[in-house]
């Protein structure tokens, strides 16, 4: 019997993200490895796949072809085939709400590898590689408006962050940042009610205070809960399903200003230095 393909490309992420809270683990579980960005969904239309420079047009369609149909009961679609260092072996690239996936077939698409491609050499993994081309945030889209900002000395470091204000290693991030001068910190409110049955009215609340920043980090980094105020118009439910768009499904997730998106807690010094390395 056939095994599912999303079942068979999600374990290796499961394994990745262990410092974060999520129903499953987001699309890349590594630091600094990319993560769905724009929330794509399958393409409806097979046609639009696109096939390489270098790869003979027939291959391109009989591999597209081939796979969609040996998993038509997954819905599964072809976005792109591309060529690889490895003579006779093709990339293919599979969207989906969870991100962008990156395997291997040969020119029939009867065969399917699903895993690192790695350079020996220097030990890159090209996979890794393109997945951030491919999955690459445009940051300065985001809606910024809809985030809890923190600003700490001249702000000049950005980072945006997707967190739920009931994930005990979204906390343990909060408390990483007062280490870290000159920085902006978009806090965008991803609650995960199958986790935190309560979470998603403490952003509400948080966000309808007088002074939503003091009430996030007082909340977050002291444990001190908001006086209670009535619901206003908020943008929880939008920024949540903006994660989800994204691929998403853990918290936290931070997203650099250069696409980069980091799942998962990470202390200090490695959280400094990631978000450094990745402004531009």
């Not at 996979?127 to 889209?141: G, H, I, M, P, Q």
Request: charged share 20%.
């Amino acid at each position: 019997m056939k095994r599912s393909f999303s079942l068979r490309i999600a374990i290796p992420a499961v394994m990745l993200a262990l410092a974060a809270c999520g129903e499953a683990p987001a699309a890349n579980g590594q630091p600094a490895a990319v993560a769905q960005k724009n929330g794509t969904a399958p393409a409806e239309e097979s046609a639009a796949a696109k096939i390489g420079a270098g790869v003979p047009a027939e291959v391109g369609n009989t591999i597209r072809a081939t796979l969609e149909k040996n998993y038509a009961d997954q819905n599964l679609k072809i976005e792109s085939v591309a060529t690889t260092p490895i003579k006779g072996i093709y990339e293919v690239v599979i969207p989906s709400a969870a991100g962008k996936t990156v395997a291997y077939t040969d020119e029939t698409g009867a065969y399917m590898l699903v895993g690192d491609l790695i350079e020996t050499k220097a030990g890159r993994s090209l996979t890794d590689e393109r997945k951030e081309v491919l999955n690459a945030v445009d940051f300065n889209s985001l809606p910024f408006d809809k985030a809890i900002t923190e600003v700490r000395g001249n702000g000049k470091l950005k980072v945006a962050v997707f967190s739920d204000p009931d994930c005990p290693f979204c906390k343990k991030l909060e408390h990483e940042f007062p280490k870290i001068n000159n920085i902006t910190i978009y806090n965008f409110m991803m609650p995960i009610p199958s986790l935190h049955p309560d979470a998603e009215r403490k952003a509400v609340q948080i966000w309808c205070q007088k002074d939503r920043t003091a009430a996030w980090l007082k909340w977050m980094r002291e444990g001190k809960q908001p006086a209670q105020v009535a619901d206003c118009p908020n943008p929880v439910a939008e920024t949540t399903a903006l994660g989800g768009r994204f691929g998403f499904n853990g918290t936290p997730t931070l997203v650099f200003p250069n696409g980069k998106v980091q799942s998962g807690y990470a202390p200090m010094p490695h959280l400094q230095e990631a978000i450094e390395a990745n402004q531009k």
